[in-house]
């Protein structure tokens, strides 16, 4: 969900000048300055390497839910393909900014007793440590998707249906933790662009960005 936003702002976005996708499947959509990189195995790049080069920056979106996880299997997609990719491409293009979409909640320190978040915390230190230009981590907390952008998993979309009717009451109680597809794709330009306060942002922070 937050790739599709994040895609959406950056081929609207007049001064970007060319977008390329990397993953298992294709995102289904077209666009003069996007180009698609089909990949299966996101701990190796070696093969496309050559692909990878000459970017300014990287908007790491990829992610799972821990629901029905073990930490082994949760840090593999959280920790393992993260931390490959943020290698791979600190290598071959230094002066790149990388974004990784953490999660209101992660736990940097790795003390917390529950499991994601110490995992999670635990991917942007690994991030945060590369030699990139700039990297930072954002921490959104609830995300209303826009622009008919829907979450690939079943129990967000439930959810996401039901709060929709009560977000102008949630946004008004919890005004600091409410951001939109929209804003975190637009806040994810702005910080490669030209930078942000802090290396890790929350919800607050990513919307006054």
């Not at 936003?5 to 003069?32: F, I, K, N, Y």
């Not at 919890?174 to 794709?185: Q, Y």
Request: aromatic share 8%; net charge positive; proline share 4%.
């Amino acid at each position: 969900m937050v790739g599709q936003g994040a895609l959406r702002e950056c081929l609207l976005d007049e001064e970007v000048e060319a977008v390329l996708t990397v993953g298992r499947t294709s995102t289904g959509q077209q666009h003069p300055k996007l180009r698609e990189l089909a990949h299966t195995d996101l701990t190796d790049f070696t093969a496309v390497e050559s692909e990878l080069t000459g970017y300014d920056a990287c908007f790491f979106c990829l992610g799972a839910t821990s629901a029905g996880l073990t930490e082994a299997q949760y840090r593999r997609v959280t920790v393992d393909i993260t931390v490959a990719v943020g290698r791979t491409l600190a290598r071959l293009n230094p002066g790149m900014t990388f974004v990784f979409i953490s999660g209101a909640g992660a736990d940097s320190t790795g003390t917390s007793r529950t499991m994601w978040a110490r995992v999670k915390g635990e991917a942007e230190n690994a991030i945060l440590a590369l030699p990139f230009k700039a990297a930072y981590a954002f921490r959104p907390a609830f995300i209303q998707p826009l622009h008919g952008i829907q979450s690939k998993t079943r129990s967000y979309r439930i959810l996401y249906a039901i709060a929709r009717p009560l977000m102008p009451l949630v946004k008004w109680l919890f005004p600091g933790s409410v951001t939109t597809t929209e804003r975190l794709g637009r806040a994810m330009i702005k910080a490669a662009r030209r930078g942000a306060p802090k290396r890790i942002l929350e919800s607050r922070d990513i919307n006054a960005v």
